[in-house]
Nanobody, 126 residues
């Protein structure tokens, strides 16, 4: 699976952005997906993960209620709608995917995911 994230940019605090992640591979609909981010000088952290069908999600507390993940398996695309953005959301955002036989988001977060795209920069100004 190859992933390509896009949609980043510069936005003022309180604004919104929608990131997209286009995936290759006919079996993408069988993969769990996620968005992670890495701020300057910090380790990469997870933002949200979603199961293969889109029916189960798991959000980091820092983004819960502001970010929404979705997927369109017909288009092999995952989205991250980011609202009420804060300066601390500034980071490079990465999409990722893993084939898993059962839904265990903590495992995806702790052990990492198998496939990663190049990141897209999100900068939130105050």
């Amino acid at each position: 699976v190859q992933l390509q994230a896009s949609g980043g940019g510069l936005v003022q605090a309180g604004g919104s952005l929608r990131l997209s992640c286009a995936a290759s591979g006919r079996t993408f609909s069988s993969y769990a997906v996620g968005w992670f981010r890495q701020a300057p000088g910090k380790e990469r952290e997870f933002a949200v993960v979603m199961n293969w069908s889109g029916g189960s999600t798991y959000y980091a507390d820092s983004v819960k209620g502001r970010f929404t993940i979705s997927r369109d398996n017909a288009k092999n695309t995952v989205y991250l709608q980011m609202n009420s953005l804060k300066p601390e959301d500034t980071a490079v955002y990465y999409c990722a995917a893993s084939y898993v036989s059962s839904w265990y988001p903590e495992g995806l977060i702790y052990y990492g995911m198998d496939y990663w795209g190049k990141g897209t920069q999100v900068t939130v100004s105050s």
